[in-house]
């Protein structure tokens, strides 16, 4: 099992930023592909961006031009900078590891290690 520890999270106003951050030991961000995901009180839980083993991102429609996903391979760190937010972003942000490759980075079924999440709360 991977540790990962979600940081960041707090309440913002519409159009406001945070900057999330997913710390884990004993796991080699570079080698691997890693996602940020989101759940909001009863909607099933969704892919935000998730970041491959070569450097190449992908994000959701809802979040395009707004958010970005970096890691700092150094620091064992994967990011989620988060610009422009809107109430709708509103939601528990968990980060994920360990991409099996049979699925869409963004389908939870892709990662089997999860994050306790960080809350982010937009207000208008």
């Known amino acids: 099992q991977v540790p990962l520890v979600e940081s960041g999270g707090g309440s913002v106003q519409s159009g406001g930023s945070l900057r999330l951050s997913c710390a884990a030991s004993?796991?080699?961000?570079?080698?691997?592909?890693m996602g940020w995901f989101r759940q909001a009180p009863g909607k099933e839980r969704e892919g935000v961006a998730a970041?491959?083993?070569?450097?190449?991102?992908i994000y959701a429609d809802s979040v395009k031009g707004r958010f970005t996903i970096s890691q700092d391979n150094a620091k064992n760190t994967l990011y989620l900078q988060m610009n422009s937010l809107k109430p709708e972003d509103t939601a528990m942000y968990y980060c994920a590891a360990d991409c099996t490759g049979y699925y869409d980075e963004l389908d939870v079924a892709e990662y089997g290690y999860w994050g306790q999440g960080t809350q982010v709360t937009v207000s208008s």
């Open positions: 970041i491959n083993s070569d450097g190449s991102t």
């Open positions: 004993g796991y080699t961000y570079s080698s691997y592909c």
